[in-house]
């Protein structure tokens, strides 16, 4: 089992440019997450999704949108990159009391 | 609204030292607690968790025990190791309804240990 993935794993962009982050998951969990996390700041909430079909916004949602494909993949896209959206973005899984990491993309926006 | 606070590092030891890292919460109603790693360049695992008060987790050498009381969940290992360097975070959940479990981290604690 593969667990949680993500592609790609570092990307570069133009200050602009927009891009699809995506994640997969083969744990067959319900809920699955979007979190960035910057120096200092812990983990924040960007989306989540409950189940295949309804997305949430969480703590810092401005400036992306997600789609949850079907029940294995939830996709976080950047339309505009800006500056501040360069960070390390972790996509989760939730089964109960536990959540499950992918390995991160780390972003750079220029 | 819920919050977790935890002592801010960096946190440098020697190895065999004794570790402590602090994390209090505020929680509307009733929170599970957690302690999560990350190795460097890696994502986030799961280190030890707690339910209920008064409950103790425990893994890998590292402890902690649930503290309604004092609302705390602090972290324990009587003797780190060099492959223990690493970040923690303190995180807490609260059933938000169905299955909405929206974790809420401390902002992390860098370990550092040296031989």
């Known amino acids: 089992n593969a667990g949680v993935t993500q592609t790609p794993k570092f990307q570069v962009l133009k200050t602009g440019q927009s891009m699809t982050l995506q994640c997969a998951q083969d744990?067959?969990?319900?809920?699955m997450y979007w979190y960035r996390q910057d120096p200092g700041m812990g983990l924040r909430l960007i989306y989540y999704?409950?189940?295949?079909?309804?997305?949430d916004k969480g703590e810092v949602p401005n400036g992306y949108n997600v789609s949850r494909l079907n029940k294995r993949e939830f996709s976080l896209r950047l339309e505009s990159a800006a500056p501040s959206q360069t960070s390390v973005y972790f996509c989760?899984?939730?089964?109960?009391?536990?959540?499950?990491f992918g390995p991160g993309t780390r972003l750079t926006v220029t | 609204g819920n919050s977790v606070t935890q002592m801010e590092g960096p946190v440098t030891l020697s190895e065999e030292a004794f570790l402590t890292i602090n994390c209090t919460y505020t929680?509307?109603?009733?929170?599970?607690l957690f302690w999560y790693v990350q190795y460097p360049g890696e994502g986030l695992q799961l280190l030890l968790k707690?339910?209920?008060?008064?409950d103790k987790g425990s893994n890998k050498g590292f402890e902690a025990t649930y503290r309604k009381e004092t609302t705390s969940f602090h972290l324990e290992k009587g003797s780190v190791q060099v492959s223990d360097s690493a970040v923690y975070f303190c995180?807490?959940?609260?059933?938000?309804?169905?299955?909405?479990?929206?974790?809420?981290f401390g902002k992390g604690t860098l370990l550092t240990v040296n031989p």
């Open positions: 999704s409950a189940s295949e079909g309804t997305t």
């Open positions: 744990m067959n969990h319900n809920s």
């Open positions: 989760a899984t939730h089964r109960v009391y536990e959540q499950y």
């Open positions: 995180a807490l959940i609260i059933n938000s309804g169905g299955s909405n479990y929206k974790l809420t």
């Open positions: 707690a339910t209920k008060a008064d």
């Open positions: 929680a509307t109603g009733y929170p599970s």
